[in-house]
């Protein structure tokens, strides 16, 4: 009766399901008002083992999820600079300006978020903790064994790939050498700021729109990684990091919707939508650093917070590159676009 959600996992994991650790922190303890109360679990206890088997949270009302919302957008957005391409008239588009009302609320949203999961100093599981430089050497660490195993397979199965993406993966593999020190430049030995308990699986998809404002969903982190994984505290820039990509996916995305029947305009839209993406961005991170005023969470300085935001943009594309590779190689190009230019930029000294 549009009272309640149930959630049922369908596979057991023994461990702290993190979705119900962290919505009941939200909901008893942070008083998080964006994100679906949690009214109850059901979990099986073994002796000392237990695992999920179902969430109970408030249903919230809301429009669709932002990752379809955003498609709705993006493909009248497409529509409308195929007209304007007749008149040669350029204007600002007015679901743009909508949009970015929209981006610029999930970035208050998402600060707002952070702040609540960083807020108890008293309850171990959620206490921020200095970044120590153990933590990044296991962040460089994890992302040259990851980018090794998808170079090795992008130039094994390179044939394989579609022609249109056969640059993109040879561009990638020549920078192979250059990726360590590029990770290191990025990061500097002892990084400021702190671990906290994140979202851990963030895109448009997990975030409602409800009339004006930005509710949060789905905190059980990626179910393709270790539970105890997922409950792993890390900086907030990885969840931002996370919806700048999906913002990019969303883009690109609409560009292949549009080439189904405009491919003689890719060029010109291809760029009007790159245009849309670093607005989008800009409009999400603006407003997140507005109001993220506990600056143990994010970098204070310009060049430290760039440094530390692009390492976690490369670290969700090499993921993104392993996940297409395995399930959607028509998508590769996605990742692939989004890794090569973040590798594009000149590297600070």
């Not at 208050?108 to 171990?124: G, K, T, W, Y």
């Not at 290191?184 to 699986?201: Q, Y």
């Not at 491919?263 to 407003?287: M, N, P, S, V």
């Amino acid at each position: 009766d549009n009272d309640y959600v149930v959630k049922i996992y369908r596979t057991l994991e023994v461990g702290i399901n993190p979705e119900i650790e962290i919505g009941r922190f939200l909901t008893d303890v942070a008083g998080f008002a964006n994100a679906p109360a949690l009214l109850g679990s059901v979990e099986l206890i073994e002796d000392d083992k237990r695992s999920a088997i179902g969430v109970l949270h408030a249903f919230v009302l809301n429009q669709g999820d932002a990752w379809t919302v955003t498609a709705a957008y993006l493909d009248r957005f497409v529509d409308e600079q195929r007209v304007l391409a007749a008149s040669e008239t350029t204007r600002e588009s007015e679901d743009q300006v909508a949009y970015l009302r929209y981006m610029s609320q999930a970035g208050r949203r998402v600060a707002e978020l952070h702040i609540a999961l960083a807020s108890n100093n008293h309850l171990p599981e959620f206490a921020p903790e200095p970044i120590k430089r153990e933590d990044i050497q296991r962040w460089i660490g994890d992302i040259l064994i990851r980018s090794e195993r998808i170079l090795d397979t992008l130039r094994q199965r390179r044939d394989t790939l579609r022609e249109a993406d056969r640059p993109l993966a040879d561009q990638l593999l020549a920078l192979q050498s250059t990726l360590p020190d590029r990770l290191k430049a990025l990061l500097p030995k002892k990084a400021e700021g702190f671990n906290i308990r994140h979202h851990g699986d963030f895109h448009l998809g997990q975030m409602l729109i409800v009339k004006d404002d930005i509710f949060i969903v789905d905190f059980d982190g990626d179910p393709r990684r270790p539970v105890a994984e997922r409950r792993r505290k890390a900086p907030p820039a990885r969840d931002v990091a996370s919806l700048i990509r999906s913002i990019d996916y969303s883009t690109t995305a609409a560009l292949e919707r549009a080439q189904q029947v405009a491919h003689d305009e890719q060029g010109r839209l291809g760029a009007a939508l790159a245009e849309w993406r670093d607005r989008a961005t800009a409009a999400f991170l603006a407003a997140y650093r507005e109001t993220m005023v506990n600056q143990r969470l994010w970098p204070a300085g310009a060049d430290a917070a760039e440094g530390m935001l692009n390492f976690f943009l490369l670290e969700k594309a090499c993921y993104e590159i392993e996940y297409e590779l395995s399930y959607r190689p028509d998508w590769l190009r996605m990742p692939l676009t989004g890794m090569l230019r973040i590798l594009s930029q000149p590297t600070r000294t």
